[in-house]
């Protein structure tokens, strides 16, 4: 079975997931990535043949003045090279990224929506970006996705899929829930050992990812009082891009000399030195949609986890067991639960033996042997 990986982006941690699942699949089957001409070809393991195609788009929601630039237009026409998946003739297509417009209309204009079997895993049902973008967002993905003809869809939670019952995107039959493996990429591409620190006493508490206010950085900030007061010892490590001056304040009223504040894009090799300085990981979202990657990340280096229990984290994270689940906008709950974490070393590492016992499950080997048997059953059933 010939299976191609269709990512059209360089940025972010879609590679890093695409990557991931397209490495394990190679194991059992012949993979192909079709992919953006800057896309890292060393993430990818030798078995996987990796094309480069696609321009970077560049423009997002938030400036769409950049999708009328010379440079957007040339990303836009790039994508004719999606014809080239002919000349591969795979058994199978799999999306593993929001479809884009560009992927849609490419794909309809060659013919291509209806000549293979197609899989599309939705990470997000939701964007979370703001009421007004969200919306736009919603309308935009929804229309272009009607133009891909998806046999199977997947999605990362059993929360997700209940929403996509209710909101009347499918019945159910045509969607699978298969969970984001751990992301051990970081442990082999962002290096093995962590800087010398200065203050090896520390515990350290790391927030990371693109500063949004969804992901609930506010409570954490309205935490650190608390957490600092019990643990003196503690430092509070904020990394990620994105807008911080929304916090400013709240920033203020915290010692000034607990916190450690990255706020740019964060390298690979940063990532990896960062989660293994971390005690503890913090997710304080107030709602979510799909699953986070960053859990995923720091199972990768065995760190104990605290989060809301917002829609489904509860799915991935065992309370009492591989971390703790606090309710959202609750700052209270989210100290006692992360100082509970600091204090107690036997706690700490009882939770790191369960989250070795998570990762057997969440394995890339055993995630994506789940996604071959469905590639299996859509390839008998389909009709081509």
């Known amino acids: 079975m010939k299976v191609l990986y269709i990512i059209p982006y360089d940025w972010g941690g879609l590679p890093h997931y695409t990557s991931e699942l397209a490495n394990a ?44 630039s010379l440079s957007s237009l040339s ?18 297509i799999h999306f593993t990224t929001p479809l884009i417009p560009t992927i849609p209309i490419f794909m309809w204009l060659y013919g291509l929506n209806s000549k293979y079997p197609i899989i599309h895993t939705k990470h997000h049902l939701r964007f ?48 699978t829930v298969i969970p984001i493996g751990i992301f ?36 954490l900030l309205r935490a650190v009082p608390l957490i600092n007061r019990e643990v003196k010892e503690a430092k509070i490590i904020i990394a990620g891009e994105g807008d911080l001056s929304l916090y400013q304040d709240l920033i203020k009223d915290c010692n000034s000399s607990k916190l450690e504040i990255y706020n740019h894009y964060i390298s690979d090799e940063q990532v990896s030195a960062l989660f293994q300085r971390a005690t503890v990981v913090v997710l304080p979202y107030t ?13 990768a280096f065995e760190k104990p986890v605290v989060s809301s229990n917002a829609e489904g984290f509860s799915e991935i994270i065992e309370d009492n067991v591989t971390g703790y689940l606090v309710p959202p906008k609750d700052h209270l709950s989210l100290a006692q639960a992360t100082i509970k974490i600091l204090k107690d070393d036997y706690l700490r590492e009882e939770m790191i033996r369960g989250i070795r016992r998570k990762r057997q499950e969440l394995s890339w080997d055993a995630i994506a042997r789940r996604h071959i048997k469905v590639y299996k059953e859509i390839i008998q059933t389909a009709s081509f």
């Open 25 to 68: 699949a190679s194991k059992y089957e012949t993979v192909v990535v079709l992919g953006s001409k800057g896309i890292r070809t060393d993430y990818f393991s030798k078995d996987v043949n990796v094309i480069k195609a696609f321009n970077r788009l560049n423009f997002s929601l938030k400036d769409l003045r950049k999708a009328f």
């Open 128 to 175: 979370l970006s703001g009421f007004c973008l969200e919306s736009f967002g919603e309308v935009v993905v929804n229309l272009f996705e009607r133009l891909i003809r998806c046999q199977q869809i997947i999605v990362h939670t059993e929360n997700d899929k209940k929403e996509m019952i209710k909101r009347g995107i499918s019945d159910g039959e045509n969607v």
């Open 75 to 92: 990303g836009f026409l790039s994508f004719k090279e999606i014809k080239i998946i002919d000349e591969i003739k795979p058994d199978l």
């Open 184 to 219: 051990d990429f970081f442990r082999v591409h962002g290096g093995k050992s962590a800087p010398a620190n200065d203050h090896p006493n520390e515990k350290c508490i790391l927030f990371f990812g693109y500063i949004k206010k969804y992901k609930g950085l506010e409570y």
């Open 287 to 299: 709602s979510m949609s799909g699953e986070s990657g960053i859990l995923n990340i720091a199972y």
